[in-house]
Protein backbone atom coordinates (compact mmCIF):
# COMPACT_ATOMS: atom_id res chain seq x y z
CA UNK A 1 0.00 0.00 0.00
CA UNK A 2 1.27 3.42 -0.99
CA UNK A 3 2.10 6.00 1.46
CA UNK A 4 -0.32 8.60 2.19
CA UNK A 5 1.64 11.33 0.51
CA UNK A 6 4.13 11.14 -2.19
CA UNK A 7 7.67 12.32 -1.46
CA UNK A 8 6.70 15.45 -3.98
CA UNK A 9 4.15 16.27 -1.84
CA UNK A 10 5.53 16.30 1.42
CA UNK A 11 8.47 18.82 -0.33
CA UNK A 12 5.55 21.05 -0.61
CA UNK A 13 4.48 21.33 2.58
CA UNK A 14 7.64 21.55 3.77
CA UNK A 15 8.83 24.56 1.69
CA UNK A 16 4.83 25.93 2.35
CA UNK A 17 5.99 25.34 5.89
CA UNK A 18 9.28 27.20 5.60
CA UNK A 19 7.85 30.11 3.87
CA UNK A 20 5.57 30.48 6.47
CA UNK A 21 7.96 30.78 9.13
CA UNK A 22 10.07 33.39 7.67
CA UNK A 23 7.42 35.53 6.77
CA UNK A 24 6.30 35.46 10.99
CA UNK A 25 10.12 36.04 11.73
CA UNK A 26 10.55 39.07 9.17
CA UNK A 27 6.89 40.49 10.38
CA UNK A 28 8.65 40.20 14.07
CA UNK A 29 11.97 41.71 12.92
CA UNK A 30 9.94 44.55 11.20
CA UNK A 31 7.88 44.95 14.40
CA UNK A 32 11.07 45.55 16.65
CA UNK A 33 12.29 48.40 14.46
CA UNK A 34 11.22 52.14 15.03
CA UNK A 35 9.16 53.67 12.12
CA UNK A 36 8.44 57.76 11.75
CA UNK A 37 5.41 58.59 13.81
CA UNK A 38 4.55 61.32 11.60
CA UNK A 39 6.15 65.09 10.50
CA UNK A 40 6.78 68.64 12.07
CA UNK A 41 6.95 71.25 9.43
CA UNK A 42 9.69 73.60 10.61
CA UNK A 43 8.78 77.31 11.20
CA UNK A 44 11.43 80.16 11.02
CA UNK A 45 12.93 81.05 14.35
CA UNK A 46 12.11 84.89 15.65
CA UNK A 47 15.76 85.98 15.27
CA UNK A 48 18.10 85.44 18.24
CA UNK A 49 15.76 82.48 19.15
CA UNK A 50 17.77 79.31 18.12
CA UNK A 51 20.37 78.78 19.93
CA UNK A 52 23.30 77.31 17.53
CA UNK A 53 26.00 76.44 20.34
CA UNK A 54 27.46 73.21 19.91
CA UNK A 55 26.40 72.91 16.17
CA UNK A 56 22.92 72.82 17.03
CA UNK A 57 20.44 73.16 14.24
CA UNK A 58 18.14 75.42 13.76
CA UNK A 59 14.37 74.85 11.81
CA UNK A 60 14.10 75.95 8.35
CA UNK A 61 10.90 77.54 7.13
CA UNK A 62 8.71 74.77 5.47
CA UNK A 63 11.12 71.53 5.67
CA UNK A 64 9.46 68.79 6.84
CA UNK A 65 10.91 66.96 10.33
CA UNK A 66 10.19 63.24 11.10
CA UNK A 67 8.69 62.44 14.15
CA UNK A 68 9.40 59.41 16.78
CA UNK A 69 7.04 58.04 19.65
CA UNK A 70 9.80 55.02 19.52
CA UNK A 71 13.74 54.16 19.68
CA UNK A 72 15.17 51.25 18.65
CA UNK A 73 15.11 48.26 20.60
CA UNK A 74 17.78 48.37 24.13
CA UNK A 75 20.17 45.21 24.31
CA UNK A 76 23.41 45.30 26.31
CA UNK A 77 25.42 47.36 23.81
CA UNK A 78 22.66 49.54 22.33
CA UNK A 79 23.55 51.15 19.13
CA UNK A 80 23.11 55.37 19.01
CA UNK A 81 24.71 58.49 17.58
CA UNK A 82 26.31 60.39 20.53
CA UNK A 83 25.84 64.54 20.21
CA UNK A 84 26.84 67.16 22.03
CA UNK A 85 24.48 69.46 24.73
CA UNK A 86 25.16 71.81 27.24
CA UNK A 87 22.56 71.41 29.88
CA UNK A 88 23.72 74.92 31.79
CA UNK A 89 21.48 77.69 31.86
CA UNK A 90 21.45 79.51 28.62
CA UNK A 91 22.98 76.52 26.75
CA UNK A 92 21.62 75.12 23.49
CA UNK A 93 20.02 72.63 25.75
CA UNK A 94 17.12 74.84 26.35
CA UNK A 95 15.14 75.45 29.86
CA UNK A 96 15.85 72.89 32.92
CA UNK A 97 15.79 69.23 32.67
CA UNK A 98 12.74 67.47 32.51
CA UNK A 99 14.14 64.74 35.23
CA UNK A 100 14.55 67.09 37.70
CA UNK A 101 13.52 71.11 36.83
CA UNK A 102 16.95 72.09 37.00
CA UNK A 103 20.43 73.18 35.17
CA UNK A 104 23.86 70.90 34.93
CA UNK A 105 27.28 71.45 34.91
CA UNK A 106 28.41 70.76 31.83
CA UNK A 107 31.63 69.09 33.71
CA UNK A 108 29.10 66.47 35.41
CA UNK A 109 28.84 63.85 33.05
CA UNK A 110 24.54 63.83 31.57
CA UNK A 111 23.02 63.02 29.34
CA UNK A 112 19.58 63.50 27.33
CA UNK A 113 17.91 60.19 25.55
CA UNK A 114 15.76 59.95 22.76
CA UNK A 115 12.06 59.80 23.63
CA UNK A 116 11.79 56.05 22.97
CA UNK A 117 14.33 55.27 25.30
CA UNK A 118 13.78 58.15 27.70
CA UNK A 119 10.42 56.20 28.25
CA UNK A 120 7.95 58.31 30.09
CA UNK A 121 10.96 59.72 32.63
CA UNK A 122 11.63 55.53 33.44
CA UNK A 123 15.30 56.27 33.12
CA UNK A 124 15.05 59.76 34.78
CA UNK A 125 18.38 60.37 37.01
CA UNK A 126 19.33 56.54 36.53
CA UNK A 127 22.85 55.99 35.55
CA UNK A 128 23.83 54.52 31.94
CA UNK A 129 27.17 52.87 30.02
CA UNK A 130 28.83 54.74 27.49
CA UNK A 131 31.14 52.84 25.03
CA UNK A 132 32.89 55.05 22.35
CA UNK A 133 36.36 55.74 21.05
CA UNK A 134 37.49 52.54 22.67
CA UNK A 135 36.74 54.13 26.10
CA UNK A 136 33.71 53.65 28.33
CA UNK A 137 31.91 56.54 30.80
CA UNK A 138 29.08 56.45 33.45
CA UNK A 139 26.38 59.41 33.12
CA UNK A 140 23.26 60.24 34.73
CA UNK A 141 19.82 60.48 32.31
CA UNK A 142 18.66 64.35 33.19
CA UNK A 143 16.53 64.89 30.00
CA UNK A 144 14.73 63.51 27.33
CA UNK A 145 15.63 64.58 23.89
CA UNK A 146 12.38 64.58 22.35
CA UNK A 147 11.51 62.74 19.08
CA UNK A 148 7.98 63.79 19.14
CA UNK A 149 7.93 67.60 18.92
CA UNK A 150 10.04 70.64 17.96
CA UNK A 151 10.51 73.58 15.49
CA UNK A 152 8.60 75.68 18.57
CA UNK A 153 10.08 78.09 21.41
CA UNK A 154 9.51 74.81 23.85
CA UNK A 155 12.09 73.42 21.98
CA UNK A 156 14.67 76.20 21.35
CA UNK A 157 13.50 76.09 17.48
CA UNK A 158 15.46 72.75 17.25
CA UNK A 159 14.30 69.73 15.07
CA UNK A 160 12.84 67.10 16.69
CA UNK A 161 15.75 64.59 17.90
CA UNK A 162 16.38 61.21 15.74
CA UNK A 163 15.10 58.23 17.51
CA UNK A 164 18.73 57.19 18.17
CA UNK A 165 20.57 59.96 20.52
CA UNK A 166 22.42 60.31 23.33
CA UNK A 167 22.54 64.13 23.88
CA UNK A 168 25.64 64.46 26.41
CA UNK A 169 27.61 67.21 28.36
CA UNK A 170 30.72 68.43 27.73
CA UNK A 171 32.27 65.98 30.32
CA UNK A 172 30.80 63.14 28.22
CA UNK A 173 32.90 63.84 25.67
CA UNK A 174 35.83 64.19 27.57
CA UNK A 175 35.81 61.04 29.37
CA UNK A 176 35.54 59.13 26.05
CA UNK A 177 38.77 60.94 25.19
CA UNK A 178 37.23 62.50 21.87
CA UNK A 179 39.92 65.46 20.24
CA UNK A 180 37.45 68.77 20.74
CA UNK A 181 37.66 68.81 17.23
CA UNK A 182 35.98 65.97 16.42
CA UNK A 183 32.97 67.06 19.32
CA UNK A 184 29.38 66.65 17.91
CA UNK A 185 28.25 63.63 16.75
CA UNK A 186 30.36 59.67 17.70
CA UNK A 187 28.72 56.56 17.16
CA UNK A 188 28.78 54.81 20.49
CA UNK A 189 26.77 51.81 22.40
CA UNK A 190 25.22 52.31 25.27
CA UNK A 191 23.34 50.19 28.16
CA UNK A 192 21.79 50.91 31.68
CA UNK A 193 24.25 51.09 34.15
Not at 36 to 50: A, I
Not at 105 to 127: H, I, M, Q, Y
Amino acid sequence: MKGFLSTKSCSKIILVGIIVFVAICLDIVEAQQCRPSGRVRGKKPPPGQCNTADDSDCCKEGEMYKVYKCSPPISQNTKAYLTLNSFEKGGDGGGPSECDNSYHSDDTPVVALSTGWFNNESRCLKNITINGNGQSVVAMVVDECDSTRGCDADHDYQPPCPNNIVDASKAVWEALGVSRDDWGGLDITWSDA
